[in-house]
């Protein structure tokens, strides 16, 4: 054994069968062959096993033999202007068909599929009744008709309205009958118009998917064309606004237009003009009816200038201090039929949309006035101040302005005085709910807001809208509901107040039957209405000769489509009878929160309100960020 300077002993083994010890170094020399000869040497298939397996290599040898595997070298692609290995390139390649199947052939496919319009969601029945209830209005109109007024059995009427007025060039032509009779009351027209303005703001989108967007603003233009009329709009100062025309006293004999029972168009009777130089409640009424219509019109520039001209040379004349007499006050004509109790109101109202109309902070200052306000009664919450209607506005503008504080949130200094509003508008909704007992209902369900007299449903329709808009208030803002003291009432529950009032309206009663004319296969068909009740053609009845078709148990010769009638009693019960106006007789304020109501609960049209159109002339309420300074220049 000899020493191993590398670690280990080195044993020279001896061999048997007479090898030497040279015989192993020349057979380890043999295989001392570069890598070439020995993968060579591998392919051939006829090498003998038996001699491979008497040459096998221990470790150490093979290390010698093999050494270290050789890399593989990178393939490289030369695309001309830059060199890519093949792999990056590979990869690419794969993505970009990956991308191309994942995103660009779902798009093509989409474009180039042959399209099939899904079909359009069938009408609701408010849909249908909101076709009709347009109708009312232009079977109403007074002067020269257009050929697209759509009413056959009505014609020209009430052309020389006025012609005595000297200072009203043409006279007071057109406008609006107010009901079955042929009075022009201006006051109800304006609180009308307002109303139908206000719902198309609001709704503009479902007029238009209804196709009624033209007829609607042509109602509203018909009104407000009328209304400019009335007072001088060309001036920035007046002392008057014409009131009325037509009219009737309580007990005459002598002909007018409710002793005469004549068609519009027949009318030869004195027709007298009424004017009021103290106008607080009316010349308030009609400023809101012009500045809410500016707003429908704001695409007209002109006409929309003009509308808020008007309407503040209006306001203007409502608020002089040294006339606040009611426009009613003592007329014959007039006080028994549209007195207005109060003027506040139409104050808080008129500045309230006079401020949307122009931005003027001057107007929602005076809307959030706490004497106003005061002054309006609102804050002692009694029943009847909840009740919207053509002589109580406190409600709607009180609603109108809370809309301000859900949108705009303005905070200070209008804040206090607009949380106020809101809480008493949440209040009057909590009142219309019948587990808080602060209405009766009828065994129908129909809410006794007139606390039982006639002609109800005005005031249940106009329920049903501010209802249905303080949901839909509520509903943009993500807001599921409000409180009524410790209870929490979800909007669907004031959904429901207002859809099964107008339900009700539309036939689901005890008595199953409509309330519209024309809506439904029962209907009122003895309408107290002249034009409705006494045939058109060559024969025309004086002022006595028409009382055989008031009198006649026949029904109306003419349907006044879409009118809605005064309504049942406090009992559900409904006399179909003409004479008996309180429960036959439609009137012009009384459509028009029919068809607020009906367009806002509909959806056919879509869902929701346009909250920003209202808010189209008002300034931003805190200042605006300063503009970026300019860039730096060397």
Not at 386 to 410: E, G, H, Q, Y
Not at 439 to 457: A, D, R, W, Y
Request: aromatic share 12%; glycine share 8%; with cysteine.
């Amino acid at each position: 054994m000899y020493s191993n300077h590398w670690g280990g002993a080195l044993e020279i083994a001896t061999t048997t069968g007479g090898e030497s010890t040279t015989d192993d170094d020349n057979r380890s020399r043999n295989f001392d062959l570069d890598r070439a000869s020995v993968n060579q040497l591998q392919r051939y298939d006829n090498y003998d096993r038996s001699t491979q397996s008497s040459r096998n290599l221990d470790e150490t040898q093979q290390s010698w033999l093999l050494g270290p595997p050789e890399k593989k070298k990178k393939k490289y692609v030369d695309l001309g202007c830059i060199i890519c290995s093949r792999k990056a390139l590979k990869y690419t390649f794969i993505g970009i068909i990956v991308a191309f199947a994942v995103i660009a052939l779902p798009t093509i496919v989409v474009k180039v599929w042959p399209k099939h319009k899904s079909q359009p969601s069938l009408p609701d029945n408010y849909t249908f009744a909101l076709h009709k209830a347009l109708m009312f209005f232009d079977a109403q109109k007074s002067g020269k008709l257009p050929k697209s007024n759509g009413i056959p059995w009505r014609g020209d009427s009430g052309l020389q309205d006025g012609s005595k007025l000297a200072d009203v060039k043409g006279g007071l032509v057109g406008g609006y009958y107010d009901a079955g009779d042929n009075i022009k009351f201006h006051y109800p027209m304006s609180f009308a118009m307002t109303m139908l303005s206000w719902s198309v703001i609001e709704y503009e989108h479902k007029y238009r998917a209804l196709g009624e967007y033209e007829h609607i603003t042509d109602i509203i233009k018909w009104g407000t064309d009328y209304l400019l009329r009335t007072f001088n709009s060309s001036a920035t100062k007046i002392d008057k606004v014409y009131s009325q025309v037509g009219g009737a006293l309580n007990n005459s004999r002598k002909p007018d237009d409710h002793y005469c029972w004549q068609r519009p168009e027949d009318m030869n009777y004195e027709r007298p003009v009424q004017t009021a130089t103290s106008a607080p409640d009316l010349a308030a009424e009609m400023a809101a009816a012009l500045a809410a219509a500016s707003i429908v019109f704001r695409d007209n520039k002109q006409y929309s200038r003009k509308l808020v001209k008007g309407a503040e040379t209006l306001f203007d004349f409502a608020r002089d201090l040294g006339k606040r007499t009611s426009y009613c006050r003592g007329n014959p004509y007039i006080e028994p039929f549209y007195n207005s109790t109060n003027y506040f109101d139409e104050h808080m109202w008129g500045s309230a949309w006079l401020y949307y109309a122009t931005g003027n902070k001057t107007y929602i200052s005076l809307a959030t006035n706490p004497v106003l306000s005061k002054n309006t009664n609102a804050r002692f919450m009694t029943p009847d101040l909840s009740v919207l209607s053509w002589d109580n506005k406190v409600p709607a503008a009180m609603l109108l302005l809370t809309r301000m504080r859900i949108f705009l949130n303005p905070g200070y200094p209008y804040e206090e005085m607009l949380s106020s509003y809101h809480n008493i508008t949440g209040l009057t909704m909590c009142s219309y709910l019948q587990r808080f007992q602060v209405f009766n209902f009828t065994k129908g369900g129909l809410i006794q807001l007139n606390h039982g007299h006639g002609q109800p449903l005005q005031y249940v329709a106009n329920a049903a809208f501010l209802a249905s808009l303080f949901v839909d208030y509520l509903n943009a803002t993500g807001v599921p509901g409000w409180y009524c003291g410790p209870f929490f009432i979800t909007l669907e529950k004031l959904r429901s107040f207002a859809t099964f009032q107008m339900n009700y309206i539309l036939g689901e009663n005890p008595l199953k039957m409509s309330y519209i004319v024309g809506y439904g296969d029962k209907f009122p068909n003895h309408v107290h209405h002249r034009g409705a009740s006494i045939p058109t053609g060559k024969t025309k009845y004086s002022c006595t000769g028409g009382w055989r078709w008031r009198d006649t148990k026949n029904p109306n010769v003419h349907n006044i489509t879409g009118a809605m009638v005064g309504g049942p009693d406090k009992f559900d019960k409904f006399k179909d009878v003409r004479a008996n106006f309180s429960y036959t007789e439609p009137t012009l304020a009384g459509n028009a929160g029919l068809v607020a109501a009906l367009v806002s609960l509909t959806g056919t049209g879509g869902y929701g309100i346009d909250k920003n159109t209202m808010f189209s002339a008002v300034p931003p309420l805190y200042p605006m960020s300063p503009p970026p300074p300019p860039p730096w220049k060397p």
